[in-house]
Nanobody, 124 residues
Framework: QPQLVESGGGWVQPGGSLRLSCAASGLTLDDYAIGWFRQAPGKDREWVSCISATGFTRNYAPSVNGRFTISGDKAKNTVYLQLDNLEPEDTAVYSC?????????????????WGQGTQVTVSS
């Protein structure tokens, strides 16, 4: 059974940075696109970013474009989300998800496998 495990969350002051990791097992990033999502208390889940299996397609939500960077390490079967210039509005549980798609990555919730999430808190 494929499994995704997120790590790297924590507390940071506004303007700070974090790097989130999504470690995959039971599937290979050669065949799966990975998406990152977040959900703040009392709000709907929001798509944040995604990377295709080829690595050539990378998309970002307008609210994080220019501040977050997605990347993959196929040797480690892990996808990273670098969070820079964090704002209090970025506070949420961040989760990664996988779907069997090569060239593109869905900018929606159309993913097959989901991780449990990691908490990111931005406050002074």
């Amino acid at each position: 059974q494929p499994q995704l495990v997120e790590s790297g969350g924590g507390w940071v002051q506004p303007g700070g940075s974090l790097r989130l990791s999504c470690a995959a097992s039971g599937l290979t990033l050669d065949d799966y696109a990975i998406g990152w999502f977040r959900q703040a208390p009392g709000k709907d889940r929001e798509w944040v970013s995604c990377i295709s299996a080829t690595g050539f397609t990378r998309n970002y939500a307008p609210s994080v474009n220019g501040r977050f960077t997605i990347s993959g390490d196929k040797a480690k079967n892990t996808v990273y989300l670098q969070l820079d210039n964090l704002e209090p509005e970025d506070t949420a549980v961040y989760s990664c998800a996988a779907v069997a798609q090569k060239r593109f990555c869905p900018m929606s919730g159309a993913y097959m496998y989901w991780g449990q999430g990691t908490q990111v808190t931005v406050s002074s």
